[in-house]
Each structure stands twice: as structure tokens, then as C-alpha cells.
């Protein structure tokens, strides 16, 4: 059973480059949501939806988008790539609302 | 603002030691205290809190919520090495004028050596 699964694991952008990372779940969970990690401090959320054709900002969203087509896929898309957004990233589900959810193993990007 | 704050920040311990982890909180609309355990990647779910006094056991680990004075709780007892990880204290709040979100803290890094 996969659960939540995210790539790449790592990737270094340069300043000015645009990704997608990618976020997959196989347990038909409507709630997705996108997190950063960043050195002793807590997860912030940056973008969720609850279900597919909804998304919204979540704390830190700016220099992010989302879109949500399927139940399965839940892309992050960084289109100006800043040193500020070095990260580890997670993509996690649940079956309804933030808590309990399942976590991705975390994609971690550098931008240099 | 919310904001969730763990105490201490990191923590080394021989096996076999006992440890408590801190966490308290000022959150609006408070709906419930989550702990997670995170081992290099993935954070992964230990105990969900709603209802003060109400101790969650799993194994080795337990958790209690006082939600009067804003403050959780979570202790490892006869540690193992398999122990070391960042223990993630989060509050879940549910404010009037935004989302269902899940407020995280910075993390207690316990090692804990043979």
C-alpha cells in the first residue's frame, strides 16, 4: 500500500526556475495539503483542498500554486524559484479535515 | 496569533531513561492537541487529545491534555534508541473567519544512546 507518495526526493533549482512537485494518494482521501518544513521550526501550510476542483491558501502561500483535477493528484507548483523557498516539503491526506493525516516522505528542495 | 511552543527544543537521554516532552499553546478555537513522531522524514501520527485529564497510552508513550492551562504533556517511558526522532506537538483550531487548520511547534529532537 503506498499511501502518500512524493517526487522527487530532492531537487536544487536555480534562482528564477519553475518546478512541479508531485503528490499522489491512493487512499481515495478528499483532503490534501501541502506543507514546509524549515530548519527548528513547525510545519507551515501552504496551500489544501477538500476535494477536487477546491483549493485554498493556507498561512504561506505566496510564490506557490496548486491545482486539484483528480482525488489522486495534488500538484505544488513553484514558478520563480527564490532562496527563500529552501525547504522540505510534504504532501499529506486525510479523510476529513488536517488532523490524523497521512504524510509524504518529504521532498527536499534547495535553491541556490 | 496562534502559535504552539515545545519545550526543551532538544534532548539527549541514555536508554532506559524517562522523558517528558512540553507543549503548550494560545490558539483561537481550540478543537484538539495532536503529537506526531517524525524520524528523518514523514511525520507519522501518535495521539490525538481533546478532553482534559484523559490520559492516551500507546505501549511506552502517553499523552495528557490541561486544556485550562493550555499545555500537553507527552512521555516516553524505559526509552530505546528506536525513540530518536523530532516529537511535533500541533494544535488543530478552528477560527470563524478561516480554515480548519493545524498549528505546529518547532519540534523536540530526542536522542536517546545506548
Known amino acids: 500500500n503506498a499511501g502518500v507518495t512524493q517526487t522527487p526526493k530532492f531537487r536544487i533549482l536555480k534562482i528564477g526556475q519553475s518546478m512541479t512537485l508531485q503528490c499522489t494518494q491512493d487512499m481515495n482521501h478528499n483532503y490534501m495539503y501541502w506543507y514546509r518544513q524549515d530548519p527548528g521550526m513547525g510545519l507551515k501550510l501552504i496551500y489544501y483542498?477538500?476535494?477536487?476542483?477546491?483549493?485554498d491558501k493556507g498561512e504561506v502561500p505566496n510564490g506557490y500554486n496548486v491545482s486539484r483535477s483528480t482525488t489522486e493528484d495534488f500538484p505544488l507548483r513553484l514558478e520563480l524559484a527564490a532562496p527563500s523557498q529552501t525547504s522540505v516539503y510534504f504532501c499529506?491526506?486525510?479523510?476529513?479535515?488536517?488532523?490524523?493525516?497521512?504524510f509524504g516522505q518529504g521532498t527536499r528542495l534547495t535553491v541556490v | 496569533e496562534d502559535k504552539v511552543v515545545q519545550s526543551p527544543l532538544s534532548l539527549v537521554v541514555h536508554e532506559g531513561d524517562t522523558v517528558t516532552l512540553n507543549c503548550s499553546y494560545e490558539v483561537t478555537n481550540f478543537r484538539s492537541l495532536l503529537w506526531y513522531k517524525q524520524e528523518k522524514k514523514a511525520p507519522t501520527f501518535l495521539f490525538m487529545l481533546t478532553s482534559s485529564g484523559i490520559e492516551k497510552k500507546s505501549g511506552r508513550l502517553s499523552s495528557i491534555l490541561d486544556k485550562k492551562e493550555l499545555f500537553s504533556i507527552l512521555n516516553i517511558t524505559a526509552t530505546q534508541t528506536g525513540d530518536s526522532a523530532v516529537y511535533l506537538c500541533?494544535?488543530?483550531?478552528?477560527?470563524?473567519?478561516?480554515?480548519?487548520?493545524?498549528?505546529f511547534g518547532p519540534g523536540t529532537s530526542l536522542s536517546v544512546i545506548p
Open positions: 483542498s477538500v476535494g477536487a476542483g477546491i483549493t
Open positions: 500541533a494544535v488543530e483550531a478552528l477560527p470563524r473567519d478561516s480554515y480548519d487548520k493545524v498549528i
Open positions: 499529506a491526506s486525510s479523510y476529513s479535515g488536517p488532523t490524523q493525516a497521512f
